[in-house]
């Protein structure tokens, strides 16, 4: 019997660790979910479909019942109706229910009728309150579990007086898929990040963009450590597709400068090839640096000192 439960336990992490993630960058912060590929296949299939051909990109978030729904998925940023796909089967009463943070495909539903079950399309909710009375009808597939103040933002929002339409509609820029698993880089791992086990040891990162090109962003990397009793700094520059879980970054090393009136340009070498470091985060505060470098290989975990302001790791934790 033992074996047999710890058999269906490990069944369970293997199909968790395999469940797809999707990230949400919307004007009010980011959201990552997990979808649930067990007991909804079909409509996280539906779903993914609309994130890869680009029809989530764009579009507004124009319904919000405070406490209860923020829904999705249906109009373009420009007003227009997203372009539909034939309506899906229900994949209703599933085992998973509309409790807060949850995610829902909304359903066609005419006036003075019940929902159509099987009408889910584009549209999508999140579940701001504890709605298990619309478990009979609306398919839960996926989590939010990372978030937690941007969905409480776009809950907040101002209304228009007998309106659930916010006044300024949350819009979601675009949806990208997550690997399994991982967590996505984000411009909040902007910061210093430090190794527990040795104070001497550091990391300045930027996730950024160059100024005036559209594109994927980039990872800028400041190493400090210490060699044979002395200080040295290496840095590199890579770019990274947007919902990237990692990024390798090629590496730099440079001696002979001097700062102040002792510097001379001529007196400075670089070693451009002098290694590799792959940035990989956890969390929003924690990660592992894996380098292959002239002075040797290895991992650090790393933890974050500082955020950048206005951005939020604690509060946007999902309990």
Same mark, same amino acid.
């Given at each position: 019997? +033992?074996?047999?439960?710890?058999?269906?336990?490990?069944?369970?992490?293997?199909?968790?660790?395999?469940?797809?993630?999707?990230?949400?960058?919307?004007?009010?912060?980011?959201?990552?979910?997990?979808?649930?590929?067990?007991?909804?296949?079909?409509?996280?299939?539906?779903?993914?479909?609309?994130?890869?051909?680009?029809?989530?990109?764009?579009?507004?978030?124009?319904?919000?019942? +405070?406490?209860?729904?923020?829904?999705?998925?249906?109009?373009?940023?420009?007003?227009?109706?997203?372009? +539909?796909?034939?309506?899906?089967?229900? *994949?209703?009463?599933?085992?998973?229910?509309?409790?807060?943070?949850?995610?829902?495909?909304?359903?066609m539903t005419p006036q003075g009728a019940p929902p159509?079950?099987?009408?889910?399309?584009?549209?999508?909710?999140?579940?701001?309150?504890?709605?298990?009375?619309?478990?009979?009808?609306?398919?839960?597939?996926?989590?939010?579990?990372?978030?937690?103040?941007?969905?409480?933002?776009?809950?907040?929002?101002?209304?228009?007086?007998?309106?659930?339409?916010?006044?300024?509609?949350?819009?979601?820029?675009?949806?990208?898929?997550?690997?399994?698993? %991982?967590?996505?880089?984000?411009?909040?791992?902007?910061?210093?990040?430090? $190794?527990?086990?040795?104070?001497?040891?550091?990391?300045?990162?930027?996730?950024? +963009?160059?100024?005036?090109? *559209?594109?994927?962003?980039?990872?800028?990397?400041?190493?400090? $450590?210490?060699?044979?009793?002395?200080q040295i700094w290496m840095n590199g520059i890579a770019?990274?597709? =947007?919902?990237?879980?990692?990024? %390798?970054?090629?590496?730099?090393?440079?001696?002979?400068?001097?700062?102040?009136?002792?510097?001379?340009?001529?007196?400075?070498?670089?070693?451009?090839?002098?290694?590799?470091?792959?940035?990989?985060?956890?969390?929003?505060?924690?990660?592992?640096?894996? =380098?292959?470098?002239?002075?040797?290989?290895?991992?650090?975990?790393?933890?974050?000192?500082?955020?950048?302001t206005n951005e939020a790791c604690a509060a946007n934790?999902?309990?």
């Amino acid at each position: 019997m +033992r074996l047999w439960i710890l058999a269906l336990a490990f069944v369970a992490t293997s199909a968790a660790a395999q469940n797809t993630r999707v990230l949400m960058d919307t004007d009010r912060g980011p959201i990552l979910v997990e979808l649930d590929r067990t007991r909804a296949p079909n409509t996280v299939a539906n779903f993914l479909s609309y994130v890869d051909d680009g029809t989530y990109n764009n579009t507004l978030v124009d319904r919000v019942v +405070r406490n209860f729904v923020v829904q999705g998925g249906g109009f373009k940023d420009s007003g227009s109706a997203v372009t +539909r796909r034939a309506a899906i089967s229900s *994949e209703r009463n599933n085992g998973l229910s509309n409790t807060p943070g949850t995610l829902a495909m909304a359903l066609m539903t005419p006036q003075g009728a019940p929902p159509n079950v099987n009408s889910a399309t584009t549209d999508f909710f999140f579940n701001t309150g504890t709605n298990t009375s619309l478990n009979a009808n609306f398919t839960v597939f996926g989590r939010m579990i990372f978030g937690t103040k941007t969905l409480a933002d776009m809950n907040a929002s101002p209304l228009f007086a007998n309106s659930e339409l916010p006044l300024r509609i949350p819009l979601v820029r675009r949806m990208v898929r997550v690997t399994p698993g %991982e967590f996505p880089i984000l411009p909040l791992h902007t910061g210093a990040w430090f $190794d527990p086990a040795n104070s001497g040891k550091g990391f300045l990162l930027e996730v950024a +963009r160059i100024d005036g090109v *559209e594109g994927n962003p980039q990872m800028l990397v400041a190493w400090y $450590d210490f060699h044979e009793g002395r200080q040295i700094w290496m840095n590199g520059i890579a770019s990274f597709p =947007y919902g990237a879980s990692s990024v %390798e970054v090629p590496l730099q090393i440079s001696t002979g400068g001097q700062f102040g009136a002792a510097f001379n340009p001529s007196q400075v070498t670089t070693n451009s090839n002098w290694g590799r470091i792959t940035i990989r985060f956890t969390s929003c505060d924690a990660g592992t640096f894996t =380098y292959t470098t002239a002075f040797g290989n290895g991992t650090v975990p790393v933890r974050s000192l500082t955020l950048p302001t206005n951005e939020a790791c604690a509060a946007n934790k999902v309990p």
